[in-house]
């Protein structure tokens, strides 16, 4: 009696009862296409988010004026503002190793024109460094210079939405746009980034610090200073550095009292994936409960199965089927419907992660193609285990006379 | 010659205590090769019981049991499986053919569990059903069959094997006359082949078929005459 027979007879078994096999199987499939593709939802999530958030760089901390415990007014009075001073200080190789820029960034929500289009965005002034702080490359002309700023010179790198709602096809190198009623000379223009949902990444306009506070924003307190780590692995260091230099600067007693922020982009990409990770073991916890009642209507239908066929048992049995051979039979018929079902299962998966959804496209997880595979085979194992000892251990006298 | 069956003090007992039951109390019983023997007895009187433990289906109680010369009064369920399916040919009342399945898969099928190969096995399975006369319907399913054909079915089944011994267990109880008479003749020419048949029957029409006829009552042998043979 060979593995070949006997999965043979299993297969007969199966196709004695369609439509009850198909639905046993119905229950694995959506089991093991729900695992899949709410894994590649998450994971999909998980990647939209991380990469949007690459973008700005993963090396680069933020810092921002005012406090987290935004309630106490007391200690508000006592802010000191965010300067060019506090930006200076902490390009220190002595006491911040870790840092390699630090650039201060004021903004500003102004109304650029040219040629009678108009587009609202975010005026960025700020210091060369920022394109490389910001993980921007110009891809024409040039970026800013130190001789921008130094001269206050009206030159400006716009990013690419910006360019194409003011320019169209037009080359905007050369041109002059005219953003809260100053001219800029378009100098550079920032490569696409990509934009992802809620983030656009490419609304930028950058200009040189001094411009921008001499003639928009003034010169009050900086919007934000990018500090640029050595990379990704020394940014919780450089953290450590920044804060512990600016503490000092302004003189900070308590975290409560502390009068700025640092935002870490290689922490929160970590903060991020860690939620997006729970949400997706949860969504692949609830599929893979599917999974299990599936299991469960395998070993109910092999119940009925076996029940039903005891008289064919017993025929085996008396001409001369081993133990064995009815435990396989019963086993391989499990497994063909969980393997088959399973297989099913993957297929409609890889075809529905295929389709975007709420703008997320599903990555698929190799790793739970694979597992949700070796599990529903599993279960076809231990689900069909049972009926199947069961049918093998009846003794052929008494399966013979079971009507 | 070592004798088909050889059965020796053989007591079958069920339950225990205040239930118990003793089916057959001391049944000696030697069978030769190519006899044809019908086991007739009243319901009750131990013949089932009998038919269970010569078809190796069940294991005595106390006594001991050869067939063909092999002991297999302490062998296991696995043991037991392979000498039903090597010995042993049964002829079930009720057909017992698997269903959904072909006449000839049926017949395949001892020589599946034997572990024949596929070309070899079919070879033989055709055979067998040439040898009882339904070569023309192999490929049918045992319900697309008549009563007579499918107890046809069972005999090539049974023979398909080789076995030392064909085990008929009220073979023509579902049977109208027409097909009882097929039946009981293809056993009078299987019998005249050599084979050694023994048949459990309560129709005195049907084991008058025979050579021998035992008698039980009440798990005992009463009578063992020859009849024309």
Same mark, same amino acid.
């Given at each position: 009696?060979?593995?070949?027979?006997?999965?043979?007879?299993?297969?007969?078994?199966?196709?004695?009862?369609?439509?009850?096999?198909?639905?046993?199987?119905?229950?694995?499939?959506?089991?093991? %296409? $729900?695992?899949? =593709?709410?894994?590649?939802?998450?994971?999909? !999530?998980? *990647?939209a988010v991380t990469s949007s958030i690459e973008a700005l760089g993963t090396n680069t901390l933020t810092i921002r004026p005012g406090s987290l415990s935004s309630s106490d007014d007391a200690a508000r009075t006592q802010f000191k503002d965010l300067t060019v001073d506090d930006a200076v200080a902490l390009v220190?190789?002595?006491? %911040? $190793?870790?840092? =390699?820029?630090?650039?201060?960034?004021?903004? !500003?929500? *102004?109304?650029?024109?040219?040629?009678?289009?108009?587009?609202a965005t975010s005026l960025t002034g700020t210091w060369p460094s920022y394109f490389s702080a910001s993980n921007s490359q110009v891809d024409a002309g040039t970026p800013l210079t130190s001789d921008d700023v130094v001269n206050s010179r009206r030159s400006i790198v716009l990013g690419q939405t910006v360019i194409s709602a003011l320019f169209g096809d037009t080359d905007p190198l050369g041109r002059t746009v005219t953003c809260a009623g100053v001219p800029f000379a378009v100098v550079g223009t920032i490569e696409e980034k990509g934009s992802s949902g809620f983030l656009d990444a490419d609304d930028v306009a950058v200009a040189p610090l001094s411009t921008v506070q001499s003639s928009i924003t003034g010169y009050g307190s900086l919007d934000s200073i990018l500090v640029q780590a050595s990379s990704s692995e020394t940014s919780s260091a450089a953290e450590s550095e920044v804060t512990a230099i600016l503490d000092q600067r302004h003189g900070t007693i308590s975290e409560d009292t502390r009068d700025f922020q640092v935002l870490n982009q290689?922490?929160?990409?970590?903060?991020?994936?860690?939620?997006?990770?729970?949400?997706?073991?949860l969504l692949g916890a609830v599929a893979a409960i599917s999974l299990l009642v599936g299991g469960i209507g395998i070993t109910n239908i092999m119940l009925v199965t076996v029940t039903e066929r005891t008289r064919e048992i017993?025929?085996?049995?008396?001409?001369?089927?081993?133990?064995?051979?009815?435990?396989?039979?019963?086993?391989?018929e499990a497994m063909v419907l969980s393997v088959i079902g399973g297989g099913i299962g993957v297929l409609l998966a890889l075809l529905v992660t295929r389709i975007s959804v709420?703008?997320?496209?599903?990555?698929?997880?190799?790793?739970?193609?694979v597992g949700a595979f070796v599990v529903s085979v599993s279960i076809g194992l231990f689900f069909g285990s049972y009926p199947a000892n069961r049918a093998a251990s009846l003794r052929p006298i008494e399966a013979l006379r079971h009507e | 010659m070592t004798p088909v069956i050889d059965l020796r003090g053989i007591t079958k007992t069920y339950g225990g205590g205040d239930t118990e039951v003793q089916a057959l109390r001391g049944i000696d019983?030697?069978?030769?090769?190519?006899?044809?023997?019908?086991?007739m007895g009243a319901s009750g009187s131990g013949k089932s019981t009998l038919m269970n433990i010569i078809g190796a289906?069940?294991?005595?109680?106390?006594?001991?049991?050869?067939?063909?010369?092999?002991?297999?009064?302490?062998?296991?369920?696995?043991?037991?499986?392979?000498?039903?399916n090597r010995k042993i040919g049964f002829i079930f009342q009720s057909f017992n053919l698997i269903p959904r399945t072909t006449a000839l898969s049926n017949v395949e099928l001892p020589l599946v569990y034997r572990g024949v190969r596929r070309r070899e096995r079919r070879a033989r399975a055709v055979e067998a059903l040439t040898a009882v006369g339904l070569a023309d319907r192999m490929h049918h399913m045992p319900n697309e069959l008549s009563g007579g054909q499918q107890q046809r079915v069972a005999v090539a089944r049974?023979?398909?094997?080789?076995?030392?011994?064909?085990l008929a267990d009220e073979p023509t109880g579902n049977l109208d006359s027409r097909s009882t008479r097929d039946v009981l003749d293809l056993m009078g020419a299987l019998h005249a082949q050599g084979r050694t048949i023994v048949m459990i029957t309560h129709e005195d029409d049907v084991a008058a078929a025979s050579g021998r006829i035992v008698t039980l009552i009440d798990g005992q042998v009463s009578d063992d005459r020859r009849t024309h043979a």
């Open positions: 009696m060979n593995i070949l027979e006997t999965i043979r007879i299993g297969l007969q078994g199966i196709a004695a009862n369609k439509l009850r096999s198909g639905l046993t199987m119905l229950g694995i499939l959506i089991g093991v %296409a $729900a695992v899949i =593709v709410l894994m590649a939802i998450g994971n999909g !999530a998980s *990647v220190d190789p002595v006491l %911040a $190793a870790n840092v =390699v820029s630090a650039t201060p960034v004021v903004s !500003a929500a *102004v109304t650029c024109t040219y040629e009678g289009s108009s587009y290689a922490a929160l990409i970590s903060t991020i994936q860690d939620t997006i990770g729970i949400f997706t073991v017993g025929i085996r049995k008396a001409i001369g089927a081993r133990k064995s051979a009815i435990l396989t039979q019963f086993l391989i709420a703008g997320v496209t599903p990555v698929v997880v190799p790793a739970s193609v | 019983l030697t069978i030769e090769r190519g006899d044809y023997v019908a086991i289906l069940d294991v005595a109680t106390s006594g001991h049991y050869s067939l063909d010369g092999i002991g297999i009064d302490d062998l296991d369920e696995s043991a037991l499986s392979i000498v039903r049974a023979l398909v094997a080789e076995p030392s011994l064909l």
